[in-house]
């Protein structure tokens, strides 16, 4: 799950700037790539700052990321620190004299990228932590680090800091050979770089692509709309289209339009969420309202995690 409310490509010029909030973003949802580029492009509005869910959320990664800044500083490492707002250049060039200077730490380390012809990359590394192997700046290098609240590592948290290890490389000569993610638990997970460049650069070339050439894409629900700031939108398309996907905990890896039909749960695994999910929103797709059946659901104890249904 990425970080709400540090997405958010836009225009300099006729160039896109893009981040790595935004790849992993695309790699969610093709529809949110679609309606970024639409909001980039100024054909639509950004949907309001608003969601106190998402205001928690964001609350909780940055107390999780301040917890460890604070725990680098109890530890005795020299940490330089970028500021976190202002102007883009200047935190940049900040940057550049932290990484010469070579502290311990490097909070919030900021990159842009405007070499080549595509579109321009920012990014923001929670972390750099040096290290003792040889680099441009002379007997060290730095490695990325990103808190992360989740308690195991996902795939969108490795692909933005293969991001951050590919503008470290433009800097030091050289990729780091590890990433790390701090995770929920404050346990340090290492990774090797070599294991992932594969798969980031084809994931990025998709993306560049998709931004390129414009993407068109319907707003099926996936694990990232908990997180996504157009999420009361694209449920009301949903709704208003009667959309399939609002039988109560079908799946979306099968088209609804599948010739083997949709895709539905077995009765004993539905979890206790997505019966809330199903008081709050469910109506079976009819032709007509007065079709619909009427559907009731009775709690039953909470260790039994899910909801018996009566219709
Ligand atoms: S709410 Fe869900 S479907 Fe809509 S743009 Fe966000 S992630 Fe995509």
């Keep these: 799950m990425i970080k709400p409310g540090r997405s958010g490509m836009y225009l300099d010029g006729e160039r896109l700037v893009l981040s790595p909030t935004d790849l992993v973003g695309f790699l969610y949802c093709d529809h949110l790539t679609e309606l970024s580029l639409l909001v ?86 929670d972390f750099l932590s040096r290290v003792p192997e040889p680099s441009l700046f002379g007997s060290y290098s730095y490695e990325p680090e990103d808190t992360k609240l989740a308690r195991q590592v996902r795939p969108s948290a490795v692909l933005q800091l293969c991001q951050y290890a590919e503008q ?21 997970v290492s990774l ?41 939108r694209c449920d009301n398309q949903r709704i208003e289209d009667d959309h399939l996907t609002l039988v109560f905990g079908l799946r979306t890896d099968r088209p609804a339009n599948s010739s083997k039909g949709p895709v539905l749960p077995r009765w004993p695994s539905w979890p206790l969420a997505m019966t809330t999910r199903c008081r709050a929103s469910t109506v079976l797709p009819s032709t007509s309202s007065a079709a619909r059946p009427s559907c009731r659901f009775r709690p039953v104890p909470t260790r039994r995690r899910h909801h018996r249904m009566s219709c």
């Design 40 to 125: 980039a492009h100024h054909n639509l509005a950004k949907p309001a700052d608003d969601d106190p869910e998402l205001t928690v959320v964001q609350r909780r990664g940055n107390a999780h990321e301040k917890e460890y800044l604070t725990r680098l500083r109890a530890d005795g490492f020299g940490v330089t620190e970028i500021p976190g707002t202002g102007d883009l250049g200047a935190r940049v060039q900040l940057t550049e004299k932290a990484l010469a200077d070579g502290p311990d730490v490097i909070y919030q380390a900021t990159f842009v990228d405007a070499g080549g012809e595509g579109p321009i990359w920012r990014g923001h590394a």
């Design 168 to 188: 470290l490389a433009r800097h030091q000569g050289h990729p780091p050979e590890l990433i790390h993610i701090v995770l929920g638990g404050q346990e340090k």
């Design 192 to 232: 090797r770089l070599a294991e992932f460049g594969a798969y980031f650069r084809a994931a990025k070339a998709r993306f560049v692509d998709a931004c390129t050439n414009g993407v068109v894409a319907y707003p099926e629900p996936v694990e990232h709309c908990a997180v996504c700031s157009w999420r009361s």
